[in-house]
């Protein structure tokens, strides 16, 4: 009797820790699915895989107090040609174009609901959608610190500009649908 107790409570033991292994295991990969690249450089800075990934869960925690929404269609078309006046301004005024460039970006994070100010925040509440385009977002911020300190030259600023362009079209690219049937609203990635 007190055998098969013991192998009773032997076993259930096993299977919590397969259990436990797998909903671990399903966590980590639906992490790695959402963040991507993001999600080795968390674990990377954090020096630890389950601290890394407590972050990423922090951050996800974080960005669904936010009020993230998509943009009316007018609005996307009017934060569309001001990029494009900030690409055209490129040719004559470099400098002036990545400054245009980071304002248009901003503008559109505030209005689609992002906290900005502070680049890491901003970098931490991106992440959650918008993971596949941080590497050009810091990029191009890096970039633009440096020129601010007058450290960049023309193909750096240009390079600038394609990295903030990259940022900008996933930013647009969520838009808001109108149903014919309800007149309901709905959000949908454009991808």
Known sequence: MVITLVVIIIALLVVAGAVGFVL??????????????????????????????????QRQKRHEQLDIRPLEPERAQ?????????????VDDPHGAVRDADTVIEALMAERGYPVGDFDTQVADLSVEHAEVLQHYRAA???????????????????????????????????????????????????
């Not at 295991?25 to 020096?47: C, I, M, N, S, T």
């Not at 940022?167 to 808001?176: A, G, I, P, V």
């Open 24 to 57: 671990e295991r399903r966590r980590r990969d639906e992490l790695k699915q959402r963040f991507g690249p993001e999600y080795e450089k968390a674990v990377g800075e954090a020096g630890d895989r389950r601290r890394g990934e407590r972050e990423l869960v």
């Open 141 to 191: 911020h890096e970039i633009a610190t440096a020129a601010g300190a007058g450290d960049a030259d023309t193909e750096a600023l240009r390079r600038a500009m394609v990295h903030y362009r990259a940022l900008f079209t996933s930013l647009l690219e969520d838009r808001q649908e109108h149903t014919e049937e309800d007149g309901s609203v709905t959000s949908r990635r454009t991808r």
């Open 78 to 90: 009017e934060y569309a040609a001001e990029w494009e006046a900030a690409q055209t301004r490129f």
